[in-house]
Nanobody, 120 residues
Framework: QVHLKESGGGLVQPGGSLRLSCAASGNFASINRMGWYRQGPGMQRDLAATITSGETTNYADSVKGRFTISIDNDKNTVYLQMNNLKPEDTAVYYC??????????????WGQGTQVTVSS
């Protein structure tokens, strides 16, 4: 079982910054990609940003230039630095990890989500 522990959400004013962290733990052989998805009120869950273990990144158009995703492979931890936050960034942010469990095969795991609220 692969467990993802998220932290760093909260309430911030428009134009402010937050940093999300997500650490993976459990019995896995490797992690190939980690990322953040978000689900706003009444919306579907959508991609915010992903990063591979080789540090190839992918961003939603709506966050390009404002969010930066990074990964610490030694700590199995992914970070999302969010700057110039807007009210439309308000959502529950979910951590995601994809990789390989030794002798079992590929896995995909989700965190429980952390609330980010952008409001004055």
């Amino acid at each position: 079982q692969v467990h993802l522990k998220e932290s760093g959400g909260g309430l911030v004013q428009p134009g402010g910054s937050l940093r999300l962290s997500c650490a993976a733990s459990g019995n896995f052989a490797s992690i190939n990609r980690m990322g953040w998805y978000r689900q706003g009120p009444g919306m579907q869950r959508d991609l915010a940003a992903t990063i591979t273990s080789g540090e190839t990144t992918n961003y939603a158009d709506s966050v390009k230039g404002r969010f930066t995703i990074s990964i610490d492979n030694d700590k199995n931890t992914v970070y999302l630095q969010m700057n110039n936050l807007k009210p439309e960034d308000t959502a529950v942010y979910y951590c995601n990890a994809e990789g390989w469990v030794y002798r079992q095969g590929p896995f995909t795991s989700w965190g429980q989500g952390t609330q980010v609220t952008v409001s004055s």
